[in-house]
């Protein structure tokens, strides 16, 4: 993937957990973690800690539903929205983003194709009503208190523009978007392009409702799953590149919050239905946890790894006392750890290593399944992984 432009924001100081070193994550190094831990999602979504762009294309109004509807965050319960990038650096962030996901050398040459743009969250909501537009004929005098954010704020402060941009022309006569009426005509204020769309250097332009281009979301969670299959140590090394720590949970919101992020950017295992199962025999379960015992449809059981992913619980300091980087006790009041998990199946026995994993050390290593359950494992088993944004 292209490199893309310089993102101030990214260049800030991780705090390495199993030590009290200090360590300035470089710009590079940054980018490059995070399009590590990207590359390989699921529904072609790119998250970082303050976005989600979506690389499906759609039109200005279901992108704001999709959006809308993006609840990722468990403790969150208003509804999500199109990007806000009212800043320099939030800019920078969301330009990055794009060009990680469809880097510019990859898309079409031509400058207004729909894989040139995405969409965001600013549009116009004010003076859009036929008398006042009726009297222009052709470009509208930009005012920036016409335009607002989500959260009402307005362009005035920054903005990003193209030259001569918005200039809200009307469309074209003879041209239709059946997206607005049952004639194909839309009418004159959404024949306007009052909505806003950024290309991949971060210029603003004004658009057409009914075109279609990938779309951003503000991000309101805590956690980046990555699909790229690492042992525990270099899940942990994977997150600190990209200026991230392997994850942590500190209540049963959080395990499900986490849970939550397992689905929407790996996909569904098929043992959702699957909490409370293990160690019970396939006849001892109720009809509907029979699957739990089966496999799924590429032959793999609910123990395959790709059904886990590495957090960055551990006990490998103490058998069965387990803690997270920062050395914060990692069990709380009904901590969800799977049936005889914990310290009780960790010990440092020794067994077979002919499939290549060093068993030597023990069940060190705290994975989370996509249901919501917490099992200590071997840590060279490669899996996907979750790293965690600064708190606070």
């Keep these: 993937m292209a490199t893309t432009s310089i993102v101030g924001y990214l260049i800030f100081l991780v705090v390495i957990a199993e030590s009290t070193a200090v360590l300035e994550v470089s710009m590079k190094e940054h980018v490059e973690g995070i399009k590590n831990l990207v590359k390989s999602l699921a529904n072609h979504t790119y998250p970082t800690c303050d976005l989600v762009l979506f690389t499906e294309v759609a039109d200005f109004k279901t992108a704001e539903e999709r959006c809308a509807n993006f609840h990722l965050a468990a403790t969150s319960t208003g509804k999500g929205n199109l990007a806000t990038v009212n800043t320099e650096l939030r ?20 400058k207004y194709a729909g894989d040139r743009w995405v969409w965001t969250g600013l549009r116009k909501t004010k003076n859009n009503d036929e008398k006042h537009i009726k009297k222009i004929k052709n470009r509208i005098p930009y005012n920036a208190l016409d335009w607002e954010w989500y ?12 030259r001569g941009q918005p200039d809200q022309r009307p469309l074209k006569e003879g041209k239709k978007s059946n997206e607005y009426s049952e004639s194909g005509r839309c009418k004159e204020s959404q024949c306007r392009q009052n909505q806003m769309r950024l290309d991949h250097d971060g210029k603003w332009d004004d658009a057409f409702a009914f075109e279609k281009h ?72 109720d009809s509907d946890k029979l699957h739990c015992n089966e ?98």
């Design 91 to 110: 800019n920078e962030e969301i330009s990055m983003l794009f060009n990680i996901a469809l880097p510019k050398s990859e898309q079409s040459e031509f």
């Design 214 to 285: 990938p779309f951003a979301c503000d991000y309101t969670g805590r956690y980046i799953v990555s699909g790229e299959l690492k042992s525990w140590k270099a899940a942990k090394a994977a997150c600190e590149v990209a200026g991230l720590t392997l994850a942590s949970i500190r209540s049963l919101t959080e395990a499900e919050e986490l849970r939550q992020a397992l689905l929407i950017f790996l996909g569904e295992s098929g043992f959702e239905e699957c909490a409370g199962t293990h160690a019970v025999k396939a006849k001892h379960l």
């Design 151 to 162: 959260d009402g704020s307005q362009p005035d402060v920054y903005s990003n523009w193209h």
């Design 295 to 392: 496999k799924d449809s590429e032959g793999k059981t609910k123990w395959d790894p790709k059904h886990w992913a590495w957090i960055g619980g551990n006990d490998h300091e103490e058998e069965g006392n387990f803690k997270w980087l920062d050395g914060s006790q990692a069990e709380f009041e009904d901590f969800p750890w799977i049936a005889k998990a914990g310290g009780n199946n960790g010990g440092k026995a020794k067994f077979d290593d002919s499939d290549g994993i060093d068993r030597s050390g023990g069940q060190d290593s705290m994975t989370i399944s996509k249901w919501g359950e917490i099992d200590d494992e071997y840590g060279d088993v490669e899996r996907p992984f979750a790293c965690e944004c600064p708190r606070g």
